[in-house]
């Protein structure tokens, strides 16, 4: 197994700090097991044997917990191949040396799969085939930062434990409509008394088809329903009061998961 490179950059990482100690060994001991694309077995057993062999401890719900985590705060991406479980580090081009010609693991299917060098069989290196594979890094930390402050508030807020498919999805959010954005979404769900998943997907998708793209969106729509008069949000402010629009998000929201029922 090759060295693996840890930068200095790990001790400021925002998204590192949102894991816990466990958390974090967790991660640095994947990232020496992973194969040179950065993969591995996903499955908790196989997880536990590699990562903590002399930890008797630690249970295989451990290894699945910190590993929901990873998933969240977008350090992994979860996926399946004939039905068993995978994993990939999203930043392993950013920061690793690829040296084998193809890798101990299936590649992930879809939008995600690499692609092949000269239609043969082999991986292609993105490190010899990119120069620069993040040409605006600051930018690429403003995202993880967002993604990170996200997905810790949905778990803090909403599930401890939610499932990949409502990650991604939420991801997906993140990525089109910014953090701000659905930091303020699951904040409108507390408020109301609707903390589950399916609550905060509606806002997101009502949002979304009202043409929101930002905070500043959001807080413009809402000041053109007020006459003025809203107070805008801002991220992480206190509430000491409940939101004087919750029930009309109730009622809004109850259409949308109407309409959602319907769909399906």
């Given amino acids: 197994m090759p060295d693996r490179i840890i930068k200095e950059s790990i001790c400021t990482s925002d998204t590192l700090n949102c894991l816990s100690d466990f958390e974090e060994r967790f991660w640095h001991r994947l990232i020496v097991n992973c194969d040179d694309y950065g993969r591995f077995d996903a499955r908790p057993a196989i997880l536990k044997g590699r990562l903590f062999p002399l930890s008797?401890?630690?249970?295989?719900?451990?290894?699945?917990?910190?590993?929901?985590?990873?998933?969240?705060?977008?350090?992994?991406?979860?996926?399946?191949?004939?039905?068993?479980?995978?994993?990939?580090?999203?930043?392993?081009?950013?920061?690793?040396?690829?040296?084998?010609?193809?890798?101990?693991?299936?590649?992930?299917e879809g939008p995600c799969r690499q692609m092949t060098a000269g239609g043969g069989n082999g991986v292609r290196n993105p490190i010899q085939s990119q120069s620069n594979p993040d040409p605006n890094p600051k930018e690429g930390d403003a995202r993880a930062a967002a993604l990170a402050a996200v997905m810790s508030a949905y778990m803090d807020r909403i599930n401890p434990k939610p499932s990949p498919s409502s990650l991604e999805e939420l991801k997906g959010y993140v990525e089109a409509m910014g953090g701000e954005v659905c930091l303020k979404a699951i904040d409108t769900a507390v408020d109301a008394g609707k903390g589950t998943w399916s609550y905060v997907r509606a806002i997101l998708r009502a949002k979304r088809e009202q043409g929101v793209k930002s905070l500043a969106d959001w807080n413009a729509l809402e000041q053109r329903r007020s006459g003025g008069k809203q107070a805008l949000w801002k991220p992480g402010q206190e509430r000491n009061a409940p939101d004087p629009r919750a029930k009309e998000h109730t009622e809004e929201m109850r259409r949308m998961l109407e309409r959602m029922k319907e769909e399906a």
């Fill in 56 to 108: 008797e401890g630690r249970t295989l719900k451990d290894m699945q917990n910190a590993l929901s985590k990873l998933a969240s705060v977008g350090l992994v991406e979860l996926y399946q191949v004939g039905g068993r479980p995978f994993l990939r580090v999203v930043t392993w081009d950013k920061y690793q040396r690829i040296r084998a010609k193809r890798s101990k693991y299936p590649e992930p």
